[in-house]
């Protein structure tokens, strides 16, 4: 299955983060009309190439708060593992449970397993004009590889 690609209409969604005072909902279109989306998908919490991804991104939030984009984490964990992780490494942006995998689903990048653990979300980057279309699609070899961070920056420019 191949991610969607720049071009097309990012399918909506709402999904659930734990806020400080329960679940809270994030429902994407909300962005639409007032800023860009960034929208990591990532394979599972807790481990070493996808906390290093968040950590960076977390490190680096200024530099596209300043492009005008909202950043995502989207996982298929549970808005509880996604918090304890995130607190556990200082992790920033959002994470967002995709714990039912429609939305991984939806933007092509479902794994159908991975060592053996079942399905899982690939690594992989959407950025999402202020419309709701698609302007950059990466998705990437492996687990193991990061998306292009420059390419992403480089289509939020083009967006300011």
């Not at 209409?9 to 659930?16: E, N, Q, S, Y």
């Not at 449970?97 to 060592?115: C, F, I, M, Q, R």
């Not at 999402?128 to 420019?157: C, H, M, R, W």
Request: proline share 6%.
């Amino acid at each position: 299955m191949a991610p969607l690609a720049a071009g097309k209409k990012a399918p909506d969604f709402t999904l659930k983060t734990k806020a400080s005072d329960g679940l809270k909902d994030i429902k994407l279109s909300d962005q639409f009309g007032k800023k860009n989306t960034v929208l990591l998908f990532f394979p599972l919490a807790f481990t070493g190439v996808c906390t290093q991804e968040m950590c960076d991104i977390s490190k680096g939030i200024s530099e596209y708060s300043s492009l005008n984009a909202q950043v995502y984490g989207v996982s298929i964990d549970s808005p509880f593992a996604q918090d304890a992780w995130a607190q556990k490494e200082k992790i920033s942006i959002p994470l967002l449970s995709d714990l039912n995998k429609k939305v991984a689903e939806s933007y092509g990048t479902l794994l159908p397993d991975l060592l053996g653990m079942g399905a899982v979300s690939a690594r992989a980057a959407f950025v999402i004009d202020k419309t709701g279309v698609i302007q950059y699609s990466e998705q990437t070899p492996t687990p193991k590889d990061l998306p292009n961070f420059n390419a992403v920056k480089s289509a939020l420019e083009k967006l300011k």
